[in-house]
């Protein structure tokens, strides 16, 4: 029913950046919250960002300051701009969507990316 499809993960040298991209579609009425987890080897998943529909945003702690998190509500996409990057931002990257669709109009789902693999190392 929906798809998140992502873009833009890579290798990059510590103190460089990179913009992930992550669009969705599919039988979409309306996309409430989106965002970003990541996940390093050995390591739980945890939230990095997320934006709201009215874009009020929130950020983990350690990407205060250097990640800015948008989206386009016309393109359905959402955009993880990261600078200053750091080792320990290695990790692969995971947008996610809380969708409300055609088939379950009362009700929203969440909705996940297949990841992309971002790895800073000099």
């Known amino acids: 029913q929906v798809q998140l499809v992502e873009s833009g993960g890579g290798l990059v040298q510590p103190g460089g950046s990179l913009r992930l991209s992550c669009a969705a579609s599919?039988?979409?009425?309306?996309?409430?919250?989106m965002g970003w987890h990541r996940q390093a080897p050995g390591k739980e998943r945890e939230l990095v960002a997320r934006?709201?529909?009215?874009?009020?945003?929130i950020y983990e702690d350690s990407v205060k300051g250097r990640f800015t998190i948008s989206r386009d509500n016309a393109k359905n996409t959402v955009y993880l701009q990261m600078n200053s990057v750091k080792p320990e931002d290695t990790a692969v990257y995971y947008c996610?969507?809380?969708?409300?669709?055609?088939?379950?109009?009362?009700?929203?789902?969440?909705?996940w990316g297949q990841g992309t693999q971002v790895t800073v190392s000099s």
């Open positions: 996610y969507a809380w969708v409300v669709t055609t088939a379950a109009i009362w009700s929203e789902n969440r909705y």
């Open positions: 599919g039988s979409i009425i309306t996309i409430n919250d």
């Open positions: 934006i709201t529909s009215g874009g009020s945003t």
